[in-house]
């Protein structure tokens, strides 16, 4: 799977969007672009995934740049409890079912 | 979403014993589960992949008498830890797969807390 990079830590207002950045460079035409989300002493959350089109459902948004090499997960209006680590990964699905866990990027969300 | 659950959440034992988790795929049949274990502030490493009715498969310097594994059915993987000690304390998070026509996604179980004294 492709490696993924995303910047350790970032601060968000309660009530603005948060834009997670991650670059994934290398990622294949067949691997798409999945998003978790880990809260404190939870296993992780799917959040969403999208192969090159923009997608979107009930907790956010993903956008996916046209050459693929980086996209955003936005989160419309973050709240307290949006607070965690988002992990960005790139994998063939369907395919190897596992995933590997980069070192995410630590969202805190400030009221 | 599909639901995994893990039991316990939270498993104290003496060092020396043995513990099971258990990792169940609530509405959904999972020919494969996986397993991870996660210390403090690190990310989650995988550990081994259940597969129903077959041996599971342990990655590299993942002891396999120590971590039993067992896939018996679609819905249920149990990961034992044999003669726990201090140091296989950890957070322990099983995941599953669900297939349907968006794709294949993997939901994780909420995570099972092991501290072995």
């Known amino acids: 799977d492709a490696k993924t990079t995303q910047p350790p830590s970032m601060d968000c207002a309660e009530g603005r969007a948060a834009n997670l950045p991650c670059n994934h460079s290398?990622?294949?035409?067949?691997?798409?672009v999945y998003w978790y989300r880990q809260i404190h002493s939870q296993g992780p959350q799917y959040i969403i995934h999208?192969?090159?089109n923009n997608e979107t459902n009930e907790m956010a948004s993903l956008i996916i740049t046209e050459d693929r090499k980086s996209s955003t997960l936005i989160l419309p209006h973050a709240t307290l409890r949006d607070t965690a680590v988002y992990y960005c990964i790139v994998r063939v699905s369907p395919g190897a079912n596992n995933l590997f866990f980069g070192t995410g990027t630590r969202l805190t969300v400030i009221p | 979403g599909a639901v995994v659950s893990q039991h316990p959440s939270r498993v104290i034992c003496k060092s020396g014993t043995s513990v099971k988790i258990e990792c169940r795929s609530l509405?959904?049949?999972?020919?494969?589960m996986f397993w991870y274990r996660q210390f403090p502030k690190q990310s989650l490493m995988l550990m081994a992949t259940s597969n129903e009715g077959s041996k599971a498969t342990y990655e590299q310097g993942v002891e396999k008498d120590k971590f039993l594994i067992n896939h018996a059915s679609l819905t249920l993987s149990t990961l034992t830890v044999t003669s726990a000690h201090p140091e296989d304390s950890s957070f322990y998070i099983c995941?599953?797969?669900?297939?349907?026509?968006?794709?294949?996604?993997?939901?994780f179980g909420e995570g099972s807390w092991l501290t072995v004294v």
């Open positions: 999208g192969l090159k």
């Open positions: 290398t990622i294949s035409g067949n691997e798409y």
């Open positions: 509405d959904f049949q999972a020919t494969t």
């Open positions: 995941s599953a797969s669900f297939r349907n026509s968006v794709g294949n996604t993997i939901y």
